[in-house]
RNA sequence: GCCGAAGUGGUGGAAUGGCAGACACGACGGUCUCAAACACCGUUGAGGGAGACCUCAUGGGGGUUCGACUCCCCCCUUCGGCACCA
């Protein structure tokens, strides 16, 4: 509830879920369809300062608008029983005994980071929630901050996350997209040792076979060993110029295409396969958050360490062979090693695991894989969220909530802005703060962040099936009846967010043997966004289109039905009303052609193409192309219009009748209307799926396309099972084709029984 | 730069190797009406032809095939995602 109200957006997801949903009910499955509010959280507490009123009224407030007033009126068939609001106490207490689950697991910890500050949002943010260098709610820059904080431990199931993708029937777009952004990278961990020091540098390469055209080494500026490193003669360059790149945003600094910077340490490095001394650099260009914070460079063989060896002068050694060589640009591609000792000859390929093993067996290198995914940072300095069920003990140190303390409600406070001071406005309410410590009963005060509102979703769909129960989060037997989601409808938005967090928390409760799964949503489709001329909605924009108004003037069926057939459900469609007409000319035709009085009844036609008709309607809906669900129906409703006076009664009841189930999903509250009209009782949602006599859907003759040299030259009615023969007979005496054979020997005739005929000449 | 999706009439779109443009919108013509609206009927990719028909046409260029919107290669454009990830 994040808004004043739902947008079209949620009208076209809805409905089409719902359209699904009753599909498969009337197919004799048993449907559970939930409808539930992620009332906490940033999105709703940045709605409720820009109103200016606390969240927890708004919430009340906007929660029963959009229930009682829009989506009671979309003609969902959603079980309100068992509805969630992710800010309820009873909700949110098992929200934090999963953080709970999490702590004692060892997967919640507390530490120190490099980490995404929104200076609007006044809280920092996961990774996944910064977009494109920007807060993935208000837009501002995001800047990077040394900061302590709460990390759920995501990296440790980088692997599972990863591998666990080929089971799921999910769209390739959103598998690959999960996968690239884990990010697996294969290569070695190869160490540096310091000339005149004990220290080593691990550092992080997938090129362990160009390890001899390492000519120097460069650490992230806020790499921990930088201070211990830098000479006394170089210390006021490198402590400014770690100053300046801390000063700079995320976006500036990861920008490619900028001219590199850095600076000499003063200090030297042994380059483990050569013995060489190689000089150790600071530059931005390497991130401290990826493999080690530290690289080897190889000037010759990478693009970002040649621009920076060729602007401050040093040393590129050519270790791979290649046609173009390296006096221009790197040659980053495949080659045989040279310059390499023991090694030259040797493929870049071989030796990648030939020169680790080789440096392994000396102590300075092994094999290590590493992910771009980080750890899942959750904890939030706002006011909107469940408070983190910790307790800070002088003595015993992060003390999880006992479970039966919990819930730790989120106290009323009477100022709810984010503080900017890097803490919550909780820290403020000295009664919630100070408590004891759950082991010694000291003196102790409670953890004031609160968690980031992605964790409320992450596992809502557990809870769905079981809200009649407050002493467990989810009942055993309620949830191996009920889970894992058979059809997840999800937006992309999600793909990197709520689907990646859900799959991390299923896989975390399953291992501590909570749930009989690790994956929540067996099959997942993708939706695509309602735009408005060529944009997406929003209030800036001024291109909001709110559903109430239309539902208003043409109902929502008329409504639901219209955004389902602007166009296929997983790509994007523009918004236009002008073609919404069509659709309600087409309702209109349907309810005159059951309530108009029935015409006199005819001496009966042939009645096969009903049969067509629903396979057909039964195929697209299976495959959630609404649109072309819709087109069916309308071909078939011209096609009782075109009969209704030559159907016999039975006949005519019998169109009508399967008329209106093929509709119940997509129009439930017409469909209802009609079917009592028709002495159907209630109601046509619980009538079975109409179904169709295969025998029927056989033609008794077919079109037979007939080709000359695959130019369409006649199309002949022709009986079915025609041989071969009898086709080229039969296109012989065209008038059409004759002209073209004129005597001449096919050199070839294709013959697709039923189909075509290709005469090649 | 890398990854992904897409490009078809005036418009939204259909067609998963076999009749391109289903179904709609719009437009044009007609019926009904004093008139309008609604509704209904007809025409509607482009070009040629009096006409039956013919030719061209699915972003561009090549290829595979008897046959390509569909498969393969190259290129262009649009939209999404990721991005100094070593």
New binding site residues.
């Given amino acids: 509830p994040s808004a004043e109200g739902l947008h079209i957006g949620h009208t076209y997801t809805y409905g089409g879920a719902d359209t699904n949903g009753r599909f498969q009910r009337m197919r004799g499955n048993t449907v559970f369809e939930p409808m539930g509010f992620d009332a906490f959280g940033i999105h709703s507490e940045n709605y409720a300062l820009k109103q200016n009123i606390n969240p927890m009224q708004l919430t009340a407030r906007t929660t029963k608008r959009y229930r009682y007033e829009q989506l009671g009126r979309i003609g969902a068939m959603y079980d309100w029983e068992h509805s969630v609001d992710t800010s309820q106490p009873n909700y949110y207490k098992w929200t934090q005994w999963i953080f709970v689950q999490l702590f004692k697991a060892g997967l919640a910890i507390r530490k120190e980071a490099a980490v995404n500050w929104c200076p609007s949002c006044l809280t920092v943010l996961a990774?996944?929630q910064?977009?494109?260098?920007h807060c993935e709610r208000c837009g501002t820059l995001v800047v990077q901050r040394e900061l302590t904080q709460w990390f759920f431990s995501i990296t440790k199931y980088a692997d599972r996350l990863l591998d666990g993708l080929q089971k799921l029937d999910w769209p390739?777009?959103s598998k690959?997209?999960q996968a690239?952004?884990i990010?697996r990278?294969e290569?070695a961990e190869l160490v540096f040792a310091v000339e005149g020091s004990d220290e080593r540098i691990p550092?992080?390469?997938?090129?362990p076979d160009t390890v001899f055209g390492a000519t120097y080494v460069v650490l992230?500026p806020e790499h921990k060993i930088v201070p211990r490193l830098t000479t006394a003669a170089r210390r006021a360059e490198v402590d400014a110029y770690i100053e300046s790149a801390r000063a700079a945003t995320?976006i500036e600094?990861?920008?490619?295409?900028?001219?590199?910077?850095g600076e000499f340490t003063g200090a030297y490095a042994i380059n483990p396969a050569t013995g060489a001394r190689v000089p150790i650099w600071v530059?931005?260009?390497?991130?401290?958050?990826?493999?080690?914070?530290?690289?080897?460079a190889?000037p010759g063989h990478?693009?970002?360490?040649y621009?920076?060896a060729r602007k401050f002068d040093l040393p590129i050694v050519e270790v791979i062979t290649s046609e173009v060589g390296i006096a221009d640009a790197a040659y980053t591609g495949p080659g045989a090693l040279k310059n390499s000792g023991q090694f030259d000859g040797l493929s870049s390929d071989e030796a990648k695991t030939a020169v680790t093993a080789w440096l392994a067996e000396r102590g300075t290198g092994e094999p290590r894989v590493?992910?771009?995914l980080r750890d899942w940072l959750i904890s939030r300095q706002r006011y909107w969220g469940p408070p983190i069920p910790i307790i800070h003990c002088p003595e015993h140190g992060s003390v999880p909530v006992p479970e039966e303390d919990l819930p730790v409600l989120l106290p009323e406070v009477a100022d709810f802005h984010p503080t900017g001071t890097g803490k919550s406005p909780l820290a403020s309410v000295e009664s919630f703060v100070k408590t004891t410590c759950p082991v010694c009963g000291g003196p102790a005060e409670r953890e004031t962040d609160v968690s980031d509102t992605f964790l409320d979703s992450a596992w809502y769909f557990l809870r769905y099936p079981c809200t009649e129960w407050d002493d467990r989060p989810f009942d055993k037997e309620r949830i191996a009846e009920w889970l894992p989601v058979d059809m997840y409808f999800g937006g992309?938005?999600h793909?990197?967010m709520h689907h990646l967090y859900a799959r991390f928390i299923t896989m975390v409760l399953h291992d501590l043997g909570h749930l009989p799964f690790e994956e929540p949503f067996k099959k997942l489709r993708l939706h695509g966004f309602v735009t408005k001329d060529?944009a997406?909605m929003s209030k800036s924009r001024g291109n909001v289109v709110n559903p109430d108004d239309y539902i208003k003037r043409v109902g929502s069926d008329a409504f639901r039905a219209y955004l389902l057939?602007?166009?296929?459900f997983d790509?994007?469609?523009?918004f236009?009303d002008?073609?919404l007409?069509?659709?309600?000319?087409?309702l209109?035709?349907v309810w005159?052609l059951v309530t108009d009085p029935a015409p006199t009844p005819g001496t009966g036609v042939e009645l096969r193409p009903m049969h067509r008709y629903i396979k057909r309607v039964t195929d697209?809906l299976g495959?959630y192309?609404f649109?072309?669900a819709?087109?069916?129906l309308?071909?078939y409703?011209?096609w009782i219009?075109?009969h209704n006076e030559a159907f016999n009664a039975e006949q005519r009841r019998e169109a009508i009748r399967t008329l209106t189930l093929l509709l119940a999903p997509i129009t439930p509250f017409l469909a209802e209307e009609l079917w009592e009209r028709q002495g159907g009782g209630y109601s046509v949602h619980q009538q079975d799926w109409p179904t169709f006599d295969p025998a029927q859907i056989v033609d008794e003759t077919?079109?037979l396309?007939v080709?000359i040299?695959?130019?369409?030259?006649d199309?002949i009615e022709a009986p079915v099972g025609l041989d071969e023969a009898a086709a080229r007979a039969l296109a012989g005496a065209s008038t059409?084709v004759a002209p073209f054979l004129d005597g001449k020997t096919p050199k070839?005739v294709?013959y697709?029984p039923g189909?075509?005929l290709?005469i090649?000449l």
């Fill in positions: 990774n996944e910064v977009i494109d260098g390739d777009e690959t997209r690239n952004w990010g990278s290569g550092v992080f390469t997938t090129r992230a995320e600094r990861t920008d490619a295409g900028r001219e590199k910077t530059a931005d260009y390497v991130l401290v958050q990826y493999g080690t914070g530290a690289i080897m190889v990478d693009e970002r360490d621009a920076f590493t992910y771009k992309k938005e793909v990197v060529g997406k057939f602007m166009g296929p790509q994007d469609n523009d236009s002008q073609n007409v069509g659709v309600t000319r087409f209109d035709r005159r697209e495959r192309q649109h072309t819709i087109a069916a309308m071909e409703s011209n219009s075109t077919v079109t396309v080709q040299n695959g130019k369409l030259r199309r059409k070839k294709i697709v189909r075509l290709n090649v």
